[in-house]
């Protein structure tokens, strides 16, 4: 696949042959950022490619949302469309100032309203100056037609799908705005708006597809994928800051052969905006698989005041028992953790030799409670009680096997109960980048609340170490 383009794609060459062609459409779809400190409108008035129309993503929109250019109603979409000339038959090619910022956002939503050969034109319009080709200033007067609409809502996802899905985890969220701001360390561009992405997202930024204006090569974009920790057998929800450069990401997607995708259309400015959706900072989660040399984690201090307040029936079809320890055997320790941590990067408490990991584990203040689920181990949570006023939640897990039987929050709702048994002022726990993907929202939705973050090293344990382990008789 070394070098070979995306069928949505088509050059400057091919588009100036097809200048003035029947049922050929040209779309200019440039819209800027304030901080881009360009105009599309007046842009496209001082010159375009000749036939081109233009689009203005401002008003081909829901303006009831809210929200920045929300996507219209069918009815609405194929009307204004229909009075630029352009039927759902057409062959349309949509086009930008630079190459990949916009365009793809229109080419999205003409596939997704039923028009099929869609287009985005490579380089963009700066691209077509430099090369000394043709550009009018006069404005068409494109004939009415009809464009008959046909709404592929699987294609779009809404706030409380997304919801949903950052909950869950059933489908993978890629981010399209610059690292810097998903990490939190760039104030997004609008005022009032949190900083950082939703949890268990991870970074794609919409720039980084294409260089010069031109989309990467297929193997390229491939690459970029599966290092952000994108699986491409699995569905993906795109978002960005405001519905437009995540398209780009749906388009590199598609070009993959990737259909099963979807857009959410609020994207930041609506999650963002919100004071109860959950927010997670730093880099993207670090793929467990990855071994060799220091990790970088980004690390949450959260903490909690007052107890949990709601309740969980206990899960149905399963038998379960929680059981406290009582001077729990090293070995059996070191399996609790190998089972539940090891995805997690947990090897701090493994590394430990007996003497100190007894004097640790064994000491008044440490609680460690067992979860059995049809009479097997499933998981553990580890409390230690710091002073009167304070328990520290030192580790809560699930094993494997344990995913996906719906236990995991009634679980944690067992644990907090344990935890505020003794009556203190405050339970705090510590998370951070490398544990599970939803395991800071999920701390978050029993009420804790974040009060300090920071970065720290992790030093991955080696096959040697581990099978020194097993060697001695510590695993």
């Not at 383009?5 to 060459?13: I, L, M």
């Not at 995540?246 to 997607?253: D, E, F, I, K």
């Amino acid at each position: 696949m070394s070098g070979e383009k995306s069928r949505f794609v088509v050059s400057a060459d091919w588009v100036e042959k097809n200048l003035g062609s029947p049922e050929f459409k040209l779309v200019d779809a440039s819209w800027y950022l304030p901080s881009q400190g360009r105009n599309g409108a007046v842009e496209y008035a001082s010159g375009h490619i000749p036939g081109a129309v233009f689009f203005d993503q401002d008003v081909i929109a829901d303006t009831t949302t809210g929200l920045p250019h929300s996507l219209p109603s069918p009815a609405f979409f194929a009307q204004a469309v229909g009075q630029l000339g352009i039927s759902a038959e057409d062959t349309i090619v949509v086009y930008d100032g630079p190459g990949f910022f916009s365009a793809p956002r229109v080419w999205w939503m003409f596939r997704v309203m039923g028009a099929r050969r869609v287009y985005v034109l490579d380089g963009g319009f700066d691209g077509w100056k430099a090369e000394g080709r043709p550009v009018e200033t006069d404005l068409p007067e494109p004939a009415p037609v009809t464009f008959e609409a046909k709404f592929d809502r699987a294609k779009l996802t809404s706030f409380d799908q997304m919801s949903a899905i950052a909950d869950s985890g059933e489908k993978q969220i890629a981010d399209a705005r610059p690292a810097g701001r998903f990490t939190g360390e760039e104030p997004e561009p609008r005022a009032g708006m949190r900083s950082g992405h939703m949890p268990a997202a991870r970074s794609v930024p919409a720039a980084s597809l294409s260089e010069n204006g031109r989309l990467k090569d297929l193997a390229t974009l491939r690459s970029i994928f599966t290092s952000a920790g994108i699986d491409l057998n699995n569905p993906v929800v795109t978002s960005c800051g405001s519905g437009v450069t995540a398209a780009v990401v749906t388009l590199a997607l598609e070009s993959l052969g990737h259909t099963d995708n979807s857009l959410y259309d609020g994207s930041w400015s609506e999650w963002g905006s919100k004071t109860d959706t959950p927010v997670a900072t730093g880099a993207a989660d670090q793929l467990a698989s990855k071994t060799s040399g220091p990790l970088t984690a980004h690390v949450t201090k959260l903490e909690m005041t007052a107890p949990p307040k709601s309740s969980l029936p206990v899960p149905v079809n399963i038998q379960t028992a929680i059981m406290r320890t009582h001077e729990i055997p090293l070995s059996f320790y070191r399996f609790l953790h190998r089972q539940v941590g090891a995805r997690w990067h947990w090897y701090e408490r493994l590394r430990l030799p007996d003497a100190q990991l007894k004097a640790l584990i064994h000491a008044p203040k440490v609680s460690i409670s067992v979860l059995y689920v049809n009479g097997a181990p499933a998981g553990f949570f580890e409390l230690s009680q710091e002073t009167d006023d304070l328990v520290e939640l030192s580790y809560f897990g699930l094993f494997e096997h344990a995913l996906g039987l719906g236990i995991g929050k009634w679980f944690l709702l067992q644990c907090l109960y344990a935890a505020w048994a003794t009556n203190p002022k405050k339970v705090t726990v510590t998370t951070n980048s490398l544990d599970h993907p939803r395991a800071l929202q999920l701390y978050q939705q029993f009420g804790f609340s974040p009060v300090s973050t920071y970065n720290a090293l992790v030093d991955p344990i080696s096959e040697a170490e581990l099978t020194a382990l097993v060697v001695r008789g510590s695993l």
